[in-house]
């Protein structure tokens, strides 16, 4: 029954609030229960302060809205939640508050005091806020019950960034009766309609981890509807509320000392201490209206506080793909999205200018990018692998813009150009589409165009010479050629409660390449049938159940078939201990440098768990006959993945993994390849803003031992200060004077010093 409630309660709830949430009975109180549909809630504008202190005793909450028709979301189907959850909703001339109560037993409840965004298994309350209603994306925040956030951006097209960071305030206790959390979000953080009436889709979530994982949700949803925020409730009555001026300062100082062998070969070669460097950098950003940001960074600093995690890369023949955590560009970052990377954005390496305008007017969204980059990563892809050289300076600009059309469609262009400082260029125009056919169909797709005008450096790629594409009429040295390519991607889309499926068409020029996304080969068609169901039995150990199945055709321009492959999977989540499993079986043949593999498969599993808030584990395991890529040869593989969570106190966590992959000749049983990683991350929080952490790695493949220890001190994701160090060790071998190795031994290659202080004064 679909039905749109309005609930505005007002009154004298006064400093008895907190009293009467945790004198109230945890059984769900409310008479008649039945899911809610798309609900609604009207609110008003509150005269009282509201300090975000955890408490909810504040004045401020007299007026404040309340609703405590939560239904079960997941894994239930829109059932009746075990325990009662309430949620409170006011405004003021700056913020948004939110505060939730959630009734529980407080000595099950799992809570982590770390850094922000870093927990993931904890309860938590979730604030869902789509400020123009129209799906196309939407902030997440999420509290703990010890106040600490985490955030991200959705949006239609990429899904959630889990790198995005925006400021706001929380706070959270633990009571005799559960736990209650505040939440207060300055209208100067959001992007919201140039109106002065704000009617916003919004949805209140509470995640509750035990033998299964629950999710209680406002609004109730339709398993059969494919669009996820079109289903959330909507609050109504907020009212003449601007972003304020919404000018923001951020200067940074970043210094950093290194120290290395002059010869990193030679262990014995002098170990040199270089001179300390300190740079100094400025951002800006200024809200032109509530839909309209201008962000400017002077010699921004682009550095990471931590470095990525390795990648097993021992049969890898393409540059990796790395996530992107940089602030700079957090800010309208769903904009920039599309179904080809197109903006990759970790291909502005070191830039010395960087500009940016984001905006969304009405149904209008559109993004405008330009760097200086001083040193240019330039991506050349071939039909099998891919290079990267340093092309030196060069300037960057992307151009975004998007409009929604019809019932939660979308049509876009991309304009993206690199000039490099040596008069070489490319040039990339892109449009796409994502139409929404009905409630469980959809279809979306984007067309490329690409030009390249090469410089005249060939220097830069001596190695390629002799070396050419596009049936020989083009070389891959830099000797000013002039090209275009093309690049195309279809799918067709069903998503409901129980059949889904996705079929996927793209396809890739060999004259084809991007110096501002990822795409690293070409000269390939591809076509994927990808189909699953879901069963959800009832009354058993198992929660869910789904089966899936694909089939996968690829060919070059040549109509060559390079790839045949298919492959069944079996998906199954417990309701013990949160554990799931899954288990697969796929068989393919491949053409690769011109030599059949016939016959290769490979048997997968995994088993995942958290049988308590001090403990989780993920458990991989690969066994089959794959292609040595670098050998050109068959060979028995065995991959493992393995990483544990550990907590032993609510404040320390301790993260090790372990990644293995080996291959052996199928014929001579002879070692192809073999690579490691071992890594174990430890970090210590003393309270919300200070934490110490230690990243131990070893790399078996590069016979590298790396360890980094930092501290931190975060005031907030722009405000903070941090110190620490990298420390790089190496194997080296040991020789005789007559050159006879004796043996092997350990010294340190390098290490650096390194510190940032960074301040956001925000008007």
């Given at each position: 029954m679909r039905q749109q409630v309005s609930i505005v309660v007002m009154g004298c709830l006064g400093l008895t609030v907190a009293?009467?949430?945790?004198?109230?009975?945890?059984?769900?109180?409310?008479?008649?229960?039945?899911?809610?549909?798309?609900?609604?809630?009207?609110?008003?504008?509150?005269?009282?302060?509201?300090?975000?202190?955890?408490?909810?005793?504040?004045?401020?909450?007299?007026?404040?809205s309340r609703t405590d028709m939560f239904v079960e979301r997941y894994p239930g189907d829109m059932t009746k939640p075990d325990v009662k959850t309430e949620a409170y909703v006011t405004y003021d001339d700056d913020h948004l508050y939110v505060a939730f109560f959630c009734h529980d037993d407080p000595d099950a409840i799992r809570a982590t005091m770390c850094q922000r965004d870093q927990f993931g298994s904890d309860d938590a309350v979730v604030l869902l806020i789509d400020t123009y209603g129209d799906a196309s994306w939407a902030y997440e925040f999420f509290v703990n019950p010890y106040g600490v956030q985490k955030d991200r951006l959705w949006s239609s097209v990429g899904g959630e960034d889990s790198g995005f960071d925006l400021i706001w305030q929380s706070a959270a206790q633990i009571t005799d009766s559960g736990y209650q959390v505040e939440i207060a979000v300055p209208f100067a953080s959001m992007r919201f309609p140039n109106q002065d009436?704000?009617?916003?889709?919004?949805d209140f979530w509470r995640n509750r981890p035990r033998e299964s994982f629950k999710q209680y949700s406002w609004a109730a949803y339709d398993r059969n509807e494919q669009c996820w925020p079109c289903?959330?409730?909507?609050?109504?009555?907020?009212?003449?509320?601007?972003?304020?001026?919404?000018?923001?300062?951020?200067?940074?100082?970043?210094?950093?000392?290194h120290s290395g062998l002059v010869d990193s070969r030679n262990p014995d070669s002098h170990f040199a201490d270089h001179v300390g460097d300190g740079e100094l950098s400025l951002g800006a950003k200024y809200a032109v209206s509530s839909?309209?940001?201008?962000?400017?960074?002077?010699?921004?600093?682009?550095?990471?506080i931590e470095a990525d995690a390795a990648q097993i890369d021992v049969n890898t023949t393409i540059a990796l793909l790395f996530p992107e955590r940089r602030p700079f560009f957090q800010e309208g970052s769903d904009i920039f999205r599309t179904l080809f990377n197109s903006f990759y954005t970790r291909t502005v390496y070191d830039p010395s200018l960087a500009v940016k305008l984001t905006g969304r007017m009405d149904k209008t969204s559109i993004g405008v990018f330009s760097a200086i980059d001083e040193n240019s990563p330039y991506m050349i892809p071939l039909n099998e692998a891919s290079i990267v050289v340093n092309t030196g300076q060069s300037v960057v600009n992307v151009l975004r813009a998007s409009r929604r059309v019809g019932d939660n469609s979308q049509v876009g262009l991309m304009v993206s150009d690199r000039r490099f400082e040596d008069d070489g260029s490319g040039t990339v125009f892109a449009i796409d589409g994502d139409i929404r056919l009905s409630r469980n169909y959809s279809i979306d797709g984007q067309f490329l165009m690409s030009h390249i005008q090469e410089a005249n450096e060939a220097g830069e790629t001596d190695g390629l010479q002799g070396y050419t594409f596009d049936d020989g009429?083009?070389?891959?040295?830099?000797?000013?050629?002039?090209?275009?390519?093309?690049?195309?991607?279809?799918?067709?889309?069903?998503?409901?409660?129980?059949?889904?499926?996705?079929?996927?068409?793209?396809?890739?020029?060999?004259?084809?390449?991007?110096?501002?996304?990822?795409?690293?080969?070409?000269?390939?068609?591809?076509?994927?049938?990808?189909?699953?169901?879901?069963?959800r039995p009832e009354k058993t150990v198992f929660q869910s159940i789904t089966p899936s199945?694909?089939?996968?055709?690829?060919?070059?321009?040549?109509?060559?078939?390079?790839?045949?492959?298919?492959?069944?999977?079996?998906?199954?989540?417990?309701r013990v201990a949160q554990t799931s499993f899954n288990i697969g079986f796929n068989r393919s043949d491949e053409v690769w440098s011109g030599v059949d593999f016939d016959h290769l498969w490979s048997v997968n599993f995994g088993v995942y768990?958290?049988?308590?808030?001090?403990?989780?584990?993920?458990?991989?395991?690969?066994?089959?006959?794959?292609?040595?890529?670098?050998?050109?040869?068959?060979g028995n593989e065995t991959g493992f993945y393995a990483s544990l969570d550990l907590k032993p106190i609510d404040r320390l966590m301790i993260e090790p993994t372990f990644n293995y992959l080996r291959s052996t000749d199928t014929k001579t049983d002879e070692e192809l390849f073999s690579q490691y990683i071992a890594r174990a991350r430890v970090s210590l929080q003393a309270n919300r803003?200070?934490?110490?952490?230690?990243?131990?790695?070893?790399?078996?493949?590069?016979?590298?031992?790396?360890?980094?220890?930092?501290?931190?001190?975060?005031?907030?994701?722009?405000?903070?200060?941090?110190?620490?160090?990298?420390?790089?060790?190496?194997?080296?071998?040991?020789?005789?004077?007559?050159?006879?190795?004796?043996?092997?031994?350990?010294?340190?290659?390098?290490?650096?010093?390194?510190?940032k202080l960074q301040y956001l004064f925000q008007t």
């Amino acid at each position: 029954m679909r039905q749109q409630v309005s609930i505005v309660v007002m009154g004298c709830l006064g400093l008895t609030v907190a009293g009467m949430m945790l004198g109230a009975d945890p059984v769900l109180a409310t008479k008649n229960w039945e899911p809610v549909f798309n609900p609604k809630l009207t609110i008003e504008r509150t005269s009282e302060a509201i300090s975000i202190d955890g408490s909810l005793d504040d004045a401020g909450w007299r007026t404040a809205s309340r609703t405590d028709m939560f239904v079960e979301r997941y894994p239930g189907d829109m059932t009746k939640p075990d325990v009662k959850t309430e949620a409170y909703v006011t405004y003021d001339d700056d913020h948004l508050y939110v505060a939730f109560f959630c009734h529980d037993d407080p000595d099950a409840i799992r809570a982590t005091m770390c850094q922000r965004d870093q927990f993931g298994s904890d309860d938590a309350v979730v604030l869902l806020i789509d400020t123009y209603g129209d799906a196309s994306w939407a902030y997440e925040f999420f509290v703990n019950p010890y106040g600490v956030q985490k955030d991200r951006l959705w949006s239609s097209v990429g899904g959630e960034d889990s790198g995005f960071d925006l400021i706001w305030q929380s706070a959270a206790q633990i009571t005799d009766s559960g736990y209650q959390v505040e939440i207060a979000v300055p209208f100067a953080s959001m992007r919201f309609p140039n109106q002065d009436v704000q009617n916003w889709k919004i949805d209140f979530w509470r995640n509750r981890p035990r033998e299964s994982f629950k999710q209680y949700s406002w609004a109730a949803y339709d398993r059969n509807e494919q669009c996820w925020p079109c289903q959330w409730g909507t609050v109504e009555g907020i009212s003449d509320v601007r972003p304020g001026k919404g000018l923001e300062i951020m200067p940074a100082l970043v210094a950093s000392q290194h120290s290395g062998l002059v010869d990193s070969r030679n262990p014995d070669s002098h170990f040199a201490d270089h001179v300390g460097d300190g740079e100094l950098s400025l951002g800006a950003k200024y809200a032109v209206s509530s839909d309209v940001t201008i962000e400017a960074a002077l010699n921004p600093d682009f550095s990471q506080i931590e470095a990525d995690a390795a990648q097993i890369d021992v049969n890898t023949t393409i540059a990796l793909l790395f996530p992107e955590r940089r602030p700079f560009f957090q800010e309208g970052s769903d904009i920039f999205r599309t179904l080809f990377n197109s903006f990759y954005t970790r291909t502005v390496y070191d830039p010395s200018l960087a500009v940016k305008l984001t905006g969304r007017m009405d149904k209008t969204s559109i993004g405008v990018f330009s760097a200086i980059d001083e040193n240019s990563p330039y991506m050349i892809p071939l039909n099998e692998a891919s290079i990267v050289v340093n092309t030196g300076q060069s300037v960057v600009n992307v151009l975004r813009a998007s409009r929604r059309v019809g019932d939660n469609s979308q049509v876009g262009l991309m304009v993206s150009d690199r000039r490099f400082e040596d008069d070489g260029s490319g040039t990339v125009f892109a449009i796409d589409g994502d139409i929404r056919l009905s409630r469980n169909y959809s279809i979306d797709g984007q067309f490329l165009m690409s030009h390249i005008q090469e410089a005249n450096e060939a220097g830069e790629t001596d190695g390629l010479q002799g070396y050419t594409f596009d049936d020989g009429s083009k070389t891959l040295v830099f000797d000013g050629e002039s090209f275009y390519g093309r690049a195309f991607i279809a799918r067709f889309k069903r998503s409901a409660r129980h059949w889904n499926f996705a079929l996927d068409y793209n396809q890739v020029d060999p004259s084809y390449r991007t110096q501002t996304g990822y795409d690293p080969w070409v000269n390939y068609r591809n076509l994927t049938l990808n189909s699953w169901y879901e069963i959800r039995p009832e009354k058993t150990v198992f929660q869910s159940i789904t089966p899936s199945g694909y089939v996968h055709e690829k060919w070059d321009y040549d109509g060559v078939r390079k790839t045949n492959e298919s492959g069944f999977n079996l998906d199954a989540q417990t309701r013990v201990a949160q554990t799931s499993f899954n288990i697969g079986f796929n068989r393919s043949d491949e053409v690769w440098s011109g030599v059949d593999f016939d016959h290769l498969w490979s048997v997968n599993f995994g088993v995942y768990g958290r049988p308590s808030s001090m403990l989780g584990f993920s458990l991989n395991g690969r066994k089959g006959v794959g292609i040595a890529r670098f050998d050109g040869a068959k060979g028995n593989e065995t991959g493992f993945y393995a990483s544990l969570d550990l907590k032993p106190i609510d404040r320390l966590m301790i993260e090790p993994t372990f990644n293995y992959l080996r291959s052996t000749d199928t014929k001579t049983d002879e070692e192809l390849f073999s690579q490691y990683i071992a890594r174990a991350r430890v970090s210590l929080q003393a309270n919300r803003e200070l934490s110490l952490r230690l990243v131990v790695q070893y790399n078996d493949g590069r016979k590298a031992w790396n360890i980094d220890p930092l501290i931190t001190y975060r005031i907030s994701p722009f405000s903070v200060f941090y110190v620490g160090s990298t420390y790089d060790y190496r194997e080296y071998d040991r020789f005789t004077s007559s050159g006879t190795q004796y043996g092997s031994h350990w010294d340190l290659n390098s290490r650096r010093f390194f510190m940032k202080l960074q301040y956001l004064f925000q008007t």
